[in-house]
Each structure stands twice: as C-alpha cells, then as structure tokens.
C-alpha cells in the first residue's frame, strides 16, 4: 500500500511517501515544508515529492494525517489538504495525533503499560496524553491541557516521554525520556498501522485535535 502522509501541526512541517503494511514499511521519501510558508509551498511540495518518485496522484492508496495538537493555522492547511485529496481519490484516512507518536516512536516495549506523553503547548501549559501501550499499539486514555505545575506532578514516577528538552529538564527525578519529535515519516508509519487494523476516518470526520482551544474562542463573550 502506497501511503501519503502530511505533518504541518510544529513549527515547520514535512510530507512522506512510503510503503508497507501492518508490518512491512519502506520510506520512498520525505521532504521538509518551512514552517509560514504551509498555504503556499504544502501542494507543490506534494507534486514534487511525487513527480521525483515517478509516481502520480492515481498511485497513493491511503493518506495519514498529524492531527495536533499543535499550530491552529498549520493543522487547518494540512488537513484541509488531506480533505481534498482523499475526496477527490476516494481513498482511506488514518487520523494519527502527535502525543500518540511520541508515545509509538519511544521504542518503549512494555505491554499493558501506561505512558504519558508531553508537549510544550506555550504559555506556562503542557499538552499531556496518557496512552496504553499494548502490543505496539497505543491507546488513548486521555489528552488534555495542563499548566508546567500539574505536569510535573502527573509524571513524578510514570514512564513518560517528551520531544521537548526543557520539559525533561524540568522533571529530573521522574522517568522522562527524551526523544525526537515525531515527523510526518512516522505519521505514515502509524498510519499504515492503523489502515491494516481498519482505523480510518472519513472526510467528515478528519478533524484537528487542538486541545486548546482558539484565542477567538477565549475571548469571545457568551
């Protein structure tokens, strides 16, 4: 299966081709998109990425997408691509959110394992997810928005893990580990994953996993 996938929820983004299955995966190739410039260089970053590969729009079989949490403008333009595409191709979508690829790219291998999973979200607050780690497969428990403070308490003594170094830095005494943010070649991965066990999402239901909720909505009086 031949799997397109789209990042755009950090500061900058990335798109992938890959192929493989429940268990088979080959990364064809990945290019970068410079974070502000998403409206405008996401499509044509696609069209490259496919026309060097000698491969046309007909090809891919399935799309994965990088829900959030992350930039409000960037996964708006990502999913909005994905949207399109999978509408106009009729094919499948995996919905991957990137607190559960934090969770899948940490390499843990514990079974029936509790791993909670952290961002930094900006003004003094914390995306947190826990998961439950079962067989390669991560589950949602809960994904939420918490200040630095409630942070530090939920992690002190769970497995936990972060892309972020001052949020390690900020929980010496827990079990942190520090790993890599997950990039759109890992979307794919999981997304293939998900595809395999039947998980997909229809454009109707593709939606951004903000956590937070917008500025517009904060301040708007009821």
Avoid: W
Wanted: proline share 3%.
């Amino acid at each position: 299966m031949l799997i397109l996938s789209i990042d755009t929820s950090g500061k900058n983004g990335s798109v992938a081709v890959a192929r493989g299955d429940a268990e088979h995966f080959e990364l064809i190739a990945t290019s970068p998109v410079e974070g502000g410039t998403f409206s405008a260089q996401l499509i044509p970053q696609i069209a490259r990425l496919l026309s060097e590969n000698s491969l046309k729009k007909s090809d891919i079989d399935a799309f994965a997408a990088a829900t959030g949490p992350g930039s409000f403008t960037g996964l708006r333009i990502g999913l909005t691509a994905v949207k399109g595409l999978a509408e106009i191709l009729q094919k499948p979508i995996a919905a991957v959110s990137v607190l559960e690829g934090c969770v899948l790219k940490s390499g843990i291998k514990y079974d029936d394992a509790r791993v909670i999973a952290t961002l930094d979200a900006q003004r003094n607050e914390v995306y947190l997810g826990e998961y439950m780690l079962s067989k390669g497969r991560a589950s949602c428990i809960d994904e939420l928005l918490v200040t630095r403070e409630e942070f530090v308490r939920r992690v002190q003594g769970k497995v936990a893990v972060t892309p972020d170094e001052q949020l390690a830095e900020a929980v010496r005494s827990a079990d942190v580990l520090r790993i890599e943010r997950p990039t759109s070649a890992d979307i794919a991965r999981i997304g293939l994953q998900k595809i395999a066990r039947g998980e997909t999402v229809s454009v109707e239901e593709l939606d951004a996993n903000y956590i937070r909720r917008s500025d517009a909505e904060i301040f708007t009086k009821p």
